[in-house]
């Protein structure tokens, strides 16, 4: 159980480096768009649409690793099988179709491949968290099942 222990810390360590690298890439998109739009001519007069829906996807996927930071807070604990963490799953796939909306947004504007293969992942990522959001909803009813027969 140690070694799953020490892999739980770890993975919650990993997950709070990326929270703050993305409050950190958030903070500087409005400054780095520009400065990309300047040195790359087909992305030319895109600035405010592109920091609009960057900023955006930002901060929905600072919300989305916000949940997952607590629901690995019930795992480190050994408690991962409760109705919170269906509802966190849920709202992280929640995060994830408003990224993909964004992303259709931004495809709007300027179609490539990155975007499209984008797109096609957090499709996935949607399809997949409602999927074990589900999973963890039956192990939590089997677990307030057997709770009760105790």
């Not at 919300?63 to 795992?75: D, N, R, S």
């Not at 799953?89 to 491949?113: E, P």
Request: charged share 15%; with cysteine; aromatic share 12%.
């Amino acid at each position: 159980m140690d070694k799953h222990k020490r892999l739980y810390q770890n993975t919650k360590f990993l997950v709070d480096i990326i929270f703050v690298a993305e409050i950190l890439i958030t903070l500087i998109m409005p400054f780095s768009i520009p400065w990309l739009n300047r040195n790359f001519s087909h992305l030319q007069g895109m600035d405010l649409p592109m920091i609009i829906i960057y900023m955006l996807v930002g901060t929905v996927s600072i919300a989305a690793t916000w949940i997952l930071k607590m629901i690995l807070k019930t795992v480190v604990s050994g408690n991962c099988f409760v109705q919170e963490n269906v509802l966190g799953l849920k709202r992280i796939s929640v995060c994830f179709l408003m990224i993909l909306i964004l992303l259709v947004c931004r495809a709007l504007f300027y179609l490539t491949l990155a975007i499209l293969i984008d797109i096609f992942l957090f499709f996935l990522a949607f399809v997949f968290c409602r999927v074990v959001a589900l999973v963890f909803q039956e192990a939590v009813r089997h677990k307030e099942e057997n709770d009760l027969t105790i």
